[in-house]
C-alpha cells in the first residue's frame, strides 16, 4: 500500500503523520494481512531519522498495540532522493535524511517530490 504525506511538506517535522503515521499505516496493512509475518520491509523516501531508529520506533509501536500483532522484525529501507546543494548547485542522489553535498559539503535544498510508503510482508 502507498500512503502520501500532504503535498508541500516533508516527512520529519513538518509532516504532521511522520513516524506516528508511518507506523499506523504498517500497522493496518498487518491488521488486514494473515500473519504471523517474520520481516515487515518499509521502503520510505525522505525521512528525518536514519533508518535503525525510524525501524525501532516503528517496531516499538507495533509491539504496543492492542490486540497485538505478530511481527519479528521491521526494516527501513531509505530510498535514494535527487539532492540539490544550496551553496553550489550540485545535483546527487542519496538515501540518507540531510546528506552533505559531495562537491563542496553545502547542505541539500527541499526538493518537492512524492512521499510515497510502499509496506512488503514478508511470512
Do not use: F, K
Not at 513516524?19 to 494473515?34: D, M, Q, W
Not at 490486540?67 to 546527487?92: M, N
Request: net charge neutral; with cysteine; charged share 20%.
Amino acid at each position: 500500500g502507498a500512503v502520501e504525506c500532504p503535498r508541500g511538506t516533508r516527512w520529519g517535522s513538518r509532516c504532521p503523520v511522520h513516524e506516528s503515521g508511518l507506523a499506523t499505516s504498517v500497522l493496518s496493512v498487518l491488521r488486514g494481512s494473515p500473519g504471523p509475518h517474520r520481516l515487515v520491509r518499509v521502503h520510505v523516501g525522505d525521512v528525518s531519522s536514519p533508518a535503525p531508529e525510524l525501524a525501532e520506533r516503528i517496531q516499538t509501536y507495533l509491539d504496543a498495540a492492542r490486540p497485538p500483532v505478530a511481527v519479528g522484525a521491521v526494516e527501513v529501507v531509505l530510498r535514494p532522493r535527487h539532492r540539490l546543494c544550496s551553496s553550489c548547485a550540485a545535483t546527487w542522489n542519496s538515501p540518507e535524511p540531510a546528506p552533505s553535498c559531495p562537491d563542496c559539503g553545502g547542505a541539500p535544498m527541499p526538493l518537492p517530490h512524492d512521499h510515497q510508503l510502499e509496506i512488503e510482508l514478508i511470512t
